[in-house]
Structures are given as C-alpha cells and as structure tokens.
C-alpha cells in the first residue's frame, strides 16, 4: 500500500532532551512537510522539502531541524531549544505543492 | 496578509438535518482551495480541491463550493460517522498552505 508512516505514535520527552521523529513515504513524492497542530489552532508549518538535500523554514522553524538525504524520508529533531514542544506533530507529501497527503501523526509529550 | 477563516468553531447536528460550513479566505491569486478531515487523534484525511470561483464538488453526503471570498462544505443527510473535524486551507502567497482553525462537527444519531 501506498502512503506515509509516523513513528512513533506516541513520544515523550524529558528537559533538555533531543527527540527525532520518522517520517516516510513510498507514494514517490517530491515534497514533504512538517506541520504542529496545538489544540484551538491551524496547522503550523515547521519546515519544508521540495528536493532532496535541500529544505526551507517554515513559519516556526525556531528549535527544530530536518534533514533531507532520501527522496523517502524527512525526520524532524526536535531539539532542547524548543522550549514548547508538547504537541501533535504531522508529515506531509505532496507530488506537487498544491494537494497534501499527511501521515498519523505522532504526539511529543514533555515530562 | 494571507488569512482563512473557518466558522463555526463547532456544530451540533441530528442525524438527517443537512447545514454548511463556511471558510472565509483572503489570498492574493487563489492557487487552490483545500478541503480536510480530520478525526480525533489521527492525520487530516484530503477531501476535495477547487480551484476557480464557481467550481463545486461532491463526495457522497459532502458538496465543496468555491466563490472569489469563501468556500462552502454542504453535509446532506449527515449520518454520525461523519463526525469530525472539518480543516480548510489555501495555497498562501509565501508557497505554502495557510490552515483555518477548523469546525469541528457533532452528528448525533
């Protein structure tokens, strides 16, 4: 079956911890995403890949980093600076920019 | 400023009483309209894509509808499965989806 996969689904992390979160996809798409979703507000982008090697910030880039080495996959660390990271996190794939396709999620708790 | 906003916030509906959600949009030079369902704890399943005022689409209970300042999701006959959360986006002019916060809808049977 075609789509994208999260792991974990759940993930809990402890103070000044670095946590990394998996994302693939076998749906041979260029782009992928990554979105944070708080209770009460829209999807927020973090950051985003249209190439492999290559990726942009988002709009709340600040504590997290990516790395783009395969066309099929884009794991998200988020790291001890984000000092908010409790949140529902999704992936996203796209063949072009316009229609995305998202994973499960995966829900980062800090102790 | 590229903005979408969605209302209501939340819906409570009978089995069979048919209504509309709304998303409001402000984007210069529409590049798609993007309809999403998301259930609880789970990814936004994609629904449908308008892309020009006046183009409408169907998926069973749902019709998506499109003018120059807002798009409309019709529930017909909504059964309780259709309980969800309903999320709009547009494609921003930064190159990226612009979310609206999303109507979260309640069908009781």
């Known amino acids: 079956d075609g789509g994208i996969t999260q792991s974990p689904k759940y993930l809990f992390r402890k103070e000044g911890q670095n946590v990394t979160l998996s994302c693939e996809q076998n749906l041979n798409h260029d782009a992928m995403y990554w979105y944070r979703q708080d209770p009460g507000q829209g999807l927020r982008l973090i950051y985003y890949s249209q190439i492999v090697n290559d990726f942009q910030k988002g709009d709340i880039a600040e504590g997290y980093s990516v790395s783009r080495e395969k066309k099929e996959s884009f794991p998200l660390t988020v790291t001890s600076a984000q000092k908010n990271p409790t949140a529902f996190y999704l992936c996203?794939?796209?063949?072009?920019?316009?229609?995305?396709?998202f994973g499960p999620g995966t829900r980062l708790t800090v102790l | 400023e590229d903005q979408v906003t969605q209302s209501p916030e939340a819906l409570r509906l009978q089995e069979g009483e048919s209504s509309s959600l709304n998303c409001s949009y402000t984007?210069?030079?529409?590049?798609?309209l993007f309809w999403y369902r998301q259930d609880p704890g789970k990814g936004p399943e994609f629904l449908f894509t308008l892309y020009s005022a006046g183009e409408e689409k169907e998926k069973e209970r749902l019709k998506a509808t499109l003018t120059k300042k807002e798009s409309f999701l019709h529930i017909t006959a909504p059964k309780p499965e259709d309980s969800a959360t309903y999320l709009c986006?547009?494609?921003?002019?930064?190159?990226?989806?612009?979310f609206g916060k999303g109507t979260k809808l309640s069908v009781k049977p």
């Open positions: 984007v210069s030079g529409l590049r798609g």
């Open positions: 996203a794939s796209a063949a072009d920019t316009y229609e995305q396709f």
């Open positions: 986006a547009v494609w921003g002019s930064q190159g990226n989806l612009i």
